[in-house]
């Protein structure tokens, strides 16, 4: 089986009737960027940076983080490199910054808010991306943002960094923003934000989490909220309808799409994009070739008008 797959290396993910889906990798690393090409990904549209401070004794340098994409945009050579801003905290403890202890942490100082409360650490971050920019096209997004007020701040910390590297004649290149949808909140406000961005990724993981409000690694939970829903299915639809109104692409980078079932789904509700790890790119493009993007659209109908659980599952078991 895999040695099939293997002949899709170098083609594009298309359905039957050659509509177009670009297909990306969530990494954290350089060393998974140099295997993208096993796979014939678009690019990535996940770069993990916290996983830059997994083993980190201490917070990298600007020049450190610099260096990182500038490796990236090399090895990219001018595929798709969509950089998210640092999602710390929740699930992702890290040894080299000490989090504040917290009752509820996921529901606390996580992602953006994170990076918010600590504006030192958020400059050198967007420092050290505008300074890569110089050298080929980013797209850079922020992790857990749920209301307009929290761009606001970060685009007012985007001039001061465009400021200073200019004066220091460091210059920078223009990014291309992006804000992962996590939360419900994210999703009924998106129509306030959509002026600011230029792309939105639909995050499945942390969305699910927020949405059933079940910690995404309770396996008490699991089986009770599964990663495909209605709730999920209809706030995922919900959300490409209002970026398409204002004319801006969706991709999403959850787990959730690299069931072949649920990307012939996600398709067919009009996605853009999609960001899987990379294990599970051949399988995709594979499967997509299937059928036509008017067969996924009437699939995604139906899938959005079953209501119980075991339905939607077992409906979308069939969708191949
Ligand atoms: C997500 O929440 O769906 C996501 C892709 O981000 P992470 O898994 O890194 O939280
Ligand atoms: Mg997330």
Request: charged content about 20%; some cysteine.
């Amino acid at each position: 089986r895999k040695a099939q797959l293997l002949k899709y290396k170098d083609q594009p993910m298309v359905t039957q009737d050659s509509h177009r889906v670009t297909l990306l990798a969530n990494v954290g690393c350089l060393s998974e960027i140099r295997h993208l090409a096993d796979v014939g990904a678009d690019g990535i549209g996940l770069f993990r940076t916290e996983f830059m401070l997994m083993n980190a004794s201490e917070m990298p340098t600007e020049e450190i983080q610099y260096r990182l994409y500038c490796d990236a945009l090399q090895l990219l050579d001018g595929k798709i490199f969509t950089i998210r801003t640092l999602d710390i905290g929740a699930d992702k403890e890290l040894p080299c910054l000490s989090l504040p202890a917290e009752d509820n942490p996921a529901l606390g100082l996580r992602g953006a808010r994170y990076s918010l409360a600590h504006p030192e650490l958020l400059k050198t971050q967007l420092r050290s991306v505008l300074r890569a920019a110089n050298h080929g096209q980013i797209r850079l997004m922020f992790p857990m943002i749920n209301q307009v007020e929290e761009l606001d701040t970060i685009f007012d910390i985007i001039e001061v960094c465009k400021t200073e590297l200019v004066d220091e004649e460091q210059g920078y290149g223009d990014l291309s923003y992006g804000i992962m949808i996590e939360t419900p909140a994210a999703v009924l406000n998106l129509p306030s934000m959509l002026s600011r961005l230029d792309f939105i990724s639909i995050g499945t993981n942390d969305l699910t989490q927020y949405t059933m409000a079940a910690d995404r690694t309770n396996p008490l939970l699991t089986k009770a909220y599964p990663s495909l829903s209605p709730a999920i299915l209809a706030l995922i639809k919900m959300t490409i309808n209002t970026a398409k109104s204002a004319g801006i692409p969706t991709s999403l980078c959850g787990e959730l799409a690299a069931n072949p079932n649920v990307a012939a789904i996600l398709v067919g509700m009009g996605l853009d994009e999609l960001s899987v790890s990379p294990s599970s790119l051949l399988e995709l493009k594979s499967s997509m070739r299937n059928h036509s993007l008017d067969t996924y659209s009437q699939w995604s109908q139906q899938a959005l008008s079953l209501q119980r659980l075991d339905e939607l599952n077992d409906y979308v078991s069939h969708c191949n």
